[in-house]
């Protein structure tokens, strides 16, 4: 078994470049759609049709959100551009007494950010309303009056705390951690089921049944290739992983290690449906057919390429509860997204494990069964 583990090493070191297209294929793909929030806030591009809006409290309002960036555009069509294209999930467009919100993809943030601007228009019209008072009543001169309202704001007498919350058909959307994670989960796919496929040719060319004259036993056989497509596949996602948290700058929200450790059962998924395929199809040429038609199929009802929850079709979310890549996104983003304790996760852990286990049995006893 360490003979054979040696020489799939040797292999991969000789002939890296399916691993390493993959890999780049990930980090391109996440960075480009997940790129309008790698700086930890969402993104938001913002164009005043009215000079005076982004001059008057509304804009000083802007710089005062947390969690929100406002990036101020030169023309309306920059807006628009931005959330076709994907980089954003909102945008906005502000007039002197109104705003226009553009929405992308329907998430609680476009609410959020709605409330955010309307509460900035009320806070300029409630201060336009006081000056006029004191404008009319010509009690107090208006730049008194100003002057004062601005020392007010700055100093108030009592401050306020707010806070928000969601009810349980709420979900938080982060494009950084939703794409990153998507896109790694989604790729691997391909690295590990390429390396499942030698099993298949070299059955068919007749290696194995000279490698059971051999000293080596068949289950050594199948525990060498189980093994090395598992190291193979983890670690694409591992480097994935720590480019993005040491070059790219994403934090994981603290919780870099549990990620780590909870890629395990869907790499070991993953290495399990890999050998299910293989046993299904006949030859190399049905399993390039198949594997790219399960990958994405895969990636687009397991919540790869968009959000699931936004999913309403009972039928997709029927089928993406035998789907690995389901409980996969469900582990990275309860670890990094929504800071779930360890013990919280295990329920999709075990599922996974369940289904690498089916998988692979399966799998196995087709190959054999087959004396392919």
Known sequence: MIGILLSKLKMFIRNPLIFIIFTVMSIVFALVMGGSNLEGNIQIPAYAADESAKESTVGEAFNEIEGFAFNWVDEKETVEEEISNGRAEVGTILRED??????????????????????????????????????????????????????AMTKPIFSMETSYFGSSDDFEFDSTFHTLFGFALFFVIYTIGYNVLPILTDKKDGLWDRMILSPVKKWEMYVANLIYSFFEGYLQVLIIFLIFRYLVGVDFNGRFAETLLLLVPYVFAIVALSILITGLVKNVQQFNALLPIISVSMAMIGGAFWPIEIVESEILLMLSKINPLTYGMEILNGAALYGYALEELMYPVSILLLMGVVFMGIGIHLMERRHV
């Open 98 to 151: 109104d705003f226009q919100l553009i929405v992308g993809v329907e998430s609680p943030n476009a609410g959020t950010v709605e409330q955010m601007i309307q509460r900035a228009y009320t806070k300029k019209q409630r201060q336009e309303q006081i000056l006029e008072a004191a404008r009319t009543s010509g009690t107090m001169e208006a730049d008194a009056v100003r002057t004062e309202l601005e020392k």
